[in-house]
């Protein structure tokens, strides 16, 4: 059900299906990133609101959501590629995946406008 990120430390072949032995990986914000994680909230609802085709009124996006839940819903149901999907997994912790999920959207509304980005300018 994707609640939890773990790490698969051996598996068991004995078997016809496929039995692993895991470990968790804490993945919640440190104490340090959460006034950094609330810094971007601003900006990632910002960005929500341009990347939707809903983007002429900003979507109520729940103040009472933590920001480290917004951030990982919106990873969790933004309709992103596979491999875009894959880095947002592969992000080590909720700043760094809110970072990349602010880079991702920043792409999708330079995209939606027709603006590329080349060579460190938006052209």
């Given at each position: 059900?994707?609640?939890?990120?773990?790490?698969?430390?051996?598996?068991?072949?004995?078997?016809?299906?496929?039995?692993?032995?895991?470990?968790?990986?804490?993945?919640?914000?440190?104490?340090?990133?959460?006034?950094?994680?609330?810094?971007?909230?601003?900006?990632?609802?910002?960005l929500v609101a341009a990347a939707t085709e809903h983007g002429r009124q900003e979507p109520k996006l729940p103040e009472s959501v933590?920001?480290?839940?917004l951030v990982n819903a919106l990873a969790q149901y933004f309709s992103f590629e596979p491999l875009e999907r894959q880095?947002?997994?592969?992000?080590?912790g909720v700043l760094s995946r809110c970072l990349a999920l602010i880079d991702l959207l920043e792409m999708r509304t330079m995209a939606?406008?027709?603006?590329?980005?080349?060579g460190g300018a938006v052209h």
């Amino acid at each position: 059900k994707g609640l939890e990120k773990f790490r698969i430390t051996a598996e068991d072949t004995s078997r016809a299906y496929r039995l692993a032995h895991v470990e968790a990986i804490p993945d919640g914000p440190r104490q340090e990133e959460r006034a950094a994680i609330a810094s971007h909230r601003h900006r990632l609802e910002a960005l929500v609101a341009a990347a939707t085709e809903h983007g002429r009124q900003e979507p109520k996006l729940p103040e009472s959501v933590p920001d480290h839940d917004l951030v990982n819903a919106l990873a969790q149901y933004f309709s992103f590629e596979p491999l875009e999907r894959q880095a947002l997994l592969e992000c080590d912790g909720v700043l760094s995946r809110c970072l990349a999920l602010i880079d991702l959207l920043e792409m999708r509304t330079m995209a939606l406008r027709g603006t590329k980005w080349v060579g460190g300018a938006v052209h």
